[in-house]
């Protein structure tokens, strides 16, 4: 395709997007309130009715009159200019809530826009067009935010998944998708979702995350952050183990922030949420199936293709499948230092679930055969979990010590151990070492990584201030 045909084929993208942006929110007035005359009464129960009118009117014109810039300043520019042509006087409150509920609508997100851009919050789960929760410091609430309908629930899903080529009808009713920052979206519709179009986002901090803010938040202690640091140095194969919510793609991010920045690092993804923050980066990402069903690219695909282009690293953002047999042949194949996570209860439930999803791959591998692998590819597994009170711990760092009969032998290195309670529901407790020195501080010594043997005996690196809460 010659440069002026690709020069072409962009400028017709732009505008069918703004176009098709256009429809959008149009669509979302309803029209018997674009011909209603806007009155001003003097109850509460009018006012807001004027509101809603004024609204639906100003929408209307801000879309004909918007230019493809779409910024901030051009709304409340022509929101004025709608005002004074419409001769309607507004209280600076009013004025500035319904240019607010404007922008959203038109170059945001909806009711949720405020959400998303709370960086208190955490998640936001709409349940259906009158019910939205989010998640704050570990504890879930209802906000007043509501959509109009299940159609304006429909048509923010779609401004979510269509600008990265995901799709979501009644052929395809779920799909996991991520917003501009990063953020986890997943979205199911009727007839999977009974009450309406259902969509959870998980929000990622605007500024990644450090070791230094987990410290802060008593993820881990100092010594366990040395240690981990010292294992990424030296090249250790480590897997994040934990549930759902549990802070595993946060740990990661920040584990993975330790790679050296003359390495060259491959990710993958479903949906590409790491953010890694070294140059020399290569970010893949899996595709779902076309309309016709084909297309498909899974992670294995990726993590195939990943051997041929000369990795020094490779993070997986999480192995849930068959592609757990190319990864563990990768790390025991020359790609130490590689790093995924993977839903468990417990580091020893990691490891059965890891023997379960070689199985998926259909190898028909002896039991024996598939444990050698993880015993070999696999030297420490970091498990987090959500404490009852929302606070997410690293609970344990354990190490694979290799094949003892027919089993994986695993050894603890470090441990948080829950003591109690507070009477506000806080869950109180300490990190310590268990006294045990891992057989990868060899490796470390080895590649010159510094070791300090008081992490693993002295109390002094045990959670500062004593009983951690």
Same mark, same amino acid.
């Given at each position: !395709?010659? +440069?002026?045909?690709? !020069?072409?084929? =962009?400028?017709?993208?732009?505008?069918?997007?703004?176009?098709?942006?256009?429809?959008?929110?149009?669509?979302?007035?309803?029209? =018997?309130?674009?011909?209603?005359?806007?009155?001003?009464?003097? $109850?509460?129960?009018?006012?807001?009715? !004027?509101?809603?009118?004024?609204?639906?009117?100003?929408?209307?014109?801000?879309?004909? #009159?918007?230019?493809?810039?779409?910024?901030?300043?051009?709304?409340?520019?022509? &929101? /004025?200019? &709608?005002?004074?042509?419409?001769?309607?006087?507004l209280t600076k409150t009013d004025q500035d809530t319904l240019l607010d509920e404007l922008t959203a609508e038109i170059s945001g997100y909806g009711p949720i826009d405020g959400l998303l851009r709370d960086d208190s919050i955490s998640e936001i789960m709409v349940v259906?067009?009158?019910?939205?929760?989010? /998640? %704050?410091? @570990?504890?879930?609430?209802? *906000?007043?935010?509501? &959509?109009?309908?299940?159609?304006?629930? !429909?048509?923010?899903?779609?401004?979510?998944?269509?600008?990265? @080529?995901?799709?979501?009808?009644?052929? $395809?009713?779920?799909?996991?998708?991520? +917003?501009? #920052?990063?953020?986890?979206?997943?979205?199911?519709?009727?007839?999977?979702?009974?009450?309406?179009?259902?969509?959870?986002? %998980?929000? &990622?901090?605007?500024?990644? +995350?450090?070791? *230094?803010d987990l410290l802060t938040r008593g993820t881990l202690t100092p010594a366990m952050a040395e240690f981990l640091k010292s294992a990424i140095a030296a090249r250790v194969n480590i897997v994040i183990s934990g549930g759902t919510g549990s802070g595993k793609t946060t740990t990661l991010n920040v584990l993975s922030s330790f790679i050296g920045e003359q390495e060259r690092i491959l990710t993958i993804e479903d949906a590409a949420e790491l953010r890694l923050q070294q140059k020399h980066l290569v970010s893949l990402e899996t595709r779902p199936a076309n309309v016709e069903g084909k297309g498909t690219v899974t992670i294995r695909d990726l993590v195939k293709n990943a051997l041929r282009m000369r990795p020094d690293r490779i993070v997986v953002g999480e192995v849930r499948g068959s592609e757990a047999l190319d990864m563990l042949q990768a790390m025991n194949t020359g790609h130490d230092g590689s790093l995924t996570t993977g839903h468990a209860n417990s580091p020893r439930d990691m490891v059965r679930r890891l023997e379960t999803m070689v199985m998926m791959a259909g190898m028909e591998l002896p039991s024996r055969a598939i444990r050698e692998q993880i015993s070999s590819a696999v030297q420490l597994i970091v498990h987090q979990a959500r404490m009852p009170d929302g606070k997410r711990r690293i609970t344990h760092i354990t190490e694979v010590l290799g094949m003892e009969s027919e089993q994986i032998t695993l050894q603890d290195v470090f441990i948080f151990e829950q003591t109690g309670r507070s009477p506000d529901g806080t869950v109180l407790g300490r990190y310590r070492p268990t006294g045990v020195v891992p057989h990868c501080v060899e490796r470390m010594k080895e590649q010159g990584t510094p070791i300090v043997m008081a992490w693993f005996r002295d109390e002094k690196f045990i959670a500062q201030g004593g009983e951690s809460e």
């Open positions: !395709m010659s +440069l002026l045909q690709r !020069m072409e084929r =962009t400028r017709n993208a732009a505008n069918a997007s703004l176009v098709s942006r256009v429809l959008e929110t149009v669509e979302h007035v309803d029209s =018997t309130q674009k011909e209603t005359p806007i009155q001003s009464k003097e $109850t509460n129960s009018s006012n807001a009715s !004027m509101l809603a009118q004024i609204k639906a009117k100003a929408h209307v014109q801000l879309v004909d #009159d918007l230019t493809q810039r779409e910024d901030h300043v051009e709304l409340a520019q022509l &929101f /004025e200019n &709608f005002l004074t042509k419409e001769q309607v006087v259906a067009h009158d019910q939205v929760y989010i /998640e %704050r410091q @570990g504890k879930i609430e209802e *906000t007043q935010a509501q &959509f109009k309908d299940d159609e304006h629930v !429909m048509r923010i899903i779609e401004k979510i998944v269509s600008p990265i @080529g995901r799709r979501i009808d009644e052929a $395809t009713p779920y799909v996991d998708a991520r +917003l501009p #920052d990063g953020s986890r979206v997943h979205a199911i519709i009727p007839p999977l979702a009974l009450k309406g179009p259902c969509v959870t986002i %998980r929000k &990622f901090a605007s500024i990644p +995350l450090q070791v *230094t």
